[in-house]
């Protein structure tokens, strides 16, 4: 049985840096994975994405720079290193396992599985 479990969210200024981890169990580490994020009231929206074994990765073009996805399959952890957030940035963050072959899959639509999300919200 799958299972994504996320850790790492919490309350902190603009311009601060949080680390996001994914810890994920069954048939996970041969698929590519993906982070995204939903604020109250709004879409759950793509963040990252990154290959079934790390070397390729996708942003969205508001995090472009400032997030970066990475994944130790020896961990079975995916995480999101989050720089210079901004208030903008607050919402609930979601890992997904993409079920689809392009690690740059935007559509939630193609992640088959979720975690239940950790929230971010940044002080300005």
């Known amino acids: 049985q799958v299972q994504l479990v996320e850790s790492g969210g919490g309350l902190v200024q603009a311009g601060s840096s949080l680390r996001l981890s994914c810890a994920y169990s069954?048939?996970?580490?041969?698929?590519?994975m993906g982070w995204f994020r939903q604020a109250p009231g709004k879409e759950r929206v793509f963040v990252a994405g990154?290959?079934?074994?790390?070397?390729?990765?996708s942003y969205a073009d508001s995090v472009k720079g400032r997030f970066t996805i990475s994944r130790d399959n020896a961990k079975d952890t995916v995480y999101l290193q989050m720089n210079s957030l901004k208030p903008e940035d607050t919402a609930v963050y979601l890992c997904?396992?993409?079920?689809?072959?392009?690690?740059?899959?935007?559509?939630?639509?193609?992640?088959?599985?979720w975690g239940q999300g950790t929230q971010v919200t940044v002080s300005s």
């Open positions: 990154i290959s079934s074994g790390g070397g390729s990765t």
């Open positions: 997904a396992r993409n079920s689809r072959a392009y690690y740059g899959a935007t559509d939630a639509a193609y992640y088959d599985y």
């Open positions: 069954g048939r996970t580490s041969h698929y590519a």
